[in-house]
């Protein structure tokens, strides 16, 4: 019987020592149109001095773990020369820096020999594997949690892999 996906606060609860996330794609659920994304390529970019200005609810979130002294990194396998969704997601990292995320990026040639999942994931305490599924063009296509040990091993290697040959975000400089 599959498990049932928890909700991120629940998931990120769930964690005791570590809370890992692997992203390899160039985009995700991008919207030309609106939203975030459109906001940022109109030439829109937060303060870093006003907090209040970007600081949500997934900050809070993330804040909240590594405050219990759970380690939350984040690992991007990212092509280059990057996509505009890519710098996007550059530009805005230090927020997730600013709630005690580590993170970290790889150029996808330097991942050319690295063993990795067939999806982005979370894995929770070396465990608890959340898979994230995304259609073609990026939008989600929902979640599923594994529990199983040999996806979990694969998940963990390959992670920590990634994230030994990762550069740290604040060296990861895009041209």
């Given amino acids: 019987m599959p498990l049932s996906v928890p909700t991120w606060p629940e998931l990120l609860g769930s964690a005791t020592s570590s809370a890992v996330h692997l992203e390899m794609r160039d985009t995700y659920a991008v919207d030309y149109e609106k939203g975030p994304f459109a906001e940022w ?23 909240e773990t590594v405050g219990r002294g759970v380690l939350v990194r984040r690992a991007r396998i990212v092509s280059e020369p990057v996509s505009a969704y890519t710098r996007f997601l550059h530009d805005g990292t ?40 995304f259609t073609g ?8 949690i594994s529990e199983d040990p040999a996806a979990a091993k694969l998940c963990a290697d390959a992670f ?6 990762a550069v740290p975000h604040n060296e990861y400089k895009i041209s």
């Fill in 137 to 144: 063009d990026g939008a989600s296509a929902g979640g599923e």
């Fill in 160 to 165: 920590e892999a990634v994230w030994e040959r």
């Fill in 94 to 133: 230090f927020t997730n820096v600013a709630a005690g995320e580590q993170i970290r990026w790889l150029p996808r040639r330097r991942a050319s020999d690295i063993p990795l999942p067939g999806n982005d994931f979370w894995l929770i305490d070396g465990r608890l594997i959340r898979w994230n599924h």
């Fill in 41 to 63: 390529r109109a030439g829109f970019r937060h303060d870093p001095a006003d907090r209040a200005s970007w600081w949500r609810p997934w900050l809070d979130l993330i804040q």
